[in-house]
């Protein structure tokens, strides 16, 4: 007859917040959407945004000023799209707009632009974000997995979508943009041109659900429940007799 004991389990109530379910489909859809209204910002930055030359470049222009020679005149550019207003890039950027009162639909929030963004000021920091993409493919899950719980709270005042691409589209995306590297965009409410966009996005995708969140908001008590169950007791390894 196999030993049994006792065990005692507790359960967290944290449970893992699941990403919205988006059909293959409508995710391909979505980042053709994206993808035509970020275009407008990649080819500002490839026509207007010059790469640095370096030291070499700096001292020839000081030195061509001490000698009296003009440098060669720059072409004026023009402004950047508005859009770059109302778009935020990268991890931590996003991460950072979500944990500021601004993400909740308060005003006074501070500046929180990210060094590899896109073109544009900081005139609409103080608007919520409406939606997040974010590319899960080709990355650890330690990257991302925070965004769940963090755009459902965000979404408490002012409803926001989190878009996740199963399939690879960094490379798209950067391609769009103009810059080395995006795996996640955040978009601002009342981003131009963006109508079609949010609208798709809203029908397709569901707000992110965290139940024990609504628990916490009922503050109702719950006792404690700790599941006991049998387990079976393995054999114990007899010791091997040393070698005389």
Known sequence: M????????????????????????????????????????GEYRRKYTSQSKGKRSKAKKKEQLQVGEAPAAEAVKPPPPELGKYVD????????GLQQPGATGNAGRPKTRSGNGTAGGDAADNIPYTVVFVARSGQSSAFHCHFPQMVAVASA??????????KACEDRLSECLGIPRASSIALRAGAPQSQALLDFVRQKVALVEVPWLEEVAAAGYRETKINTIEAPVGRKKQKRASKT
């Open 157 to 166: 005042s002012s409803p926001v979508r989190l878009v996740g691409f199963s």
């Open 2 to 41: 196999d030993r049994k004991r006792l065990v005692h389990q507790i359960d967290t109530p944290y449970t893992a917040v699941e990403w919205p379910h988006i059909q293959q489909d409508d995710q391909d859809s979505i980042l053709e959407l994206l993808c035509t209204l970020l275009s407008p910002l």
């Open 89 to 96: 890039v990268g991890l931590a950027s996003i991460t950072r």
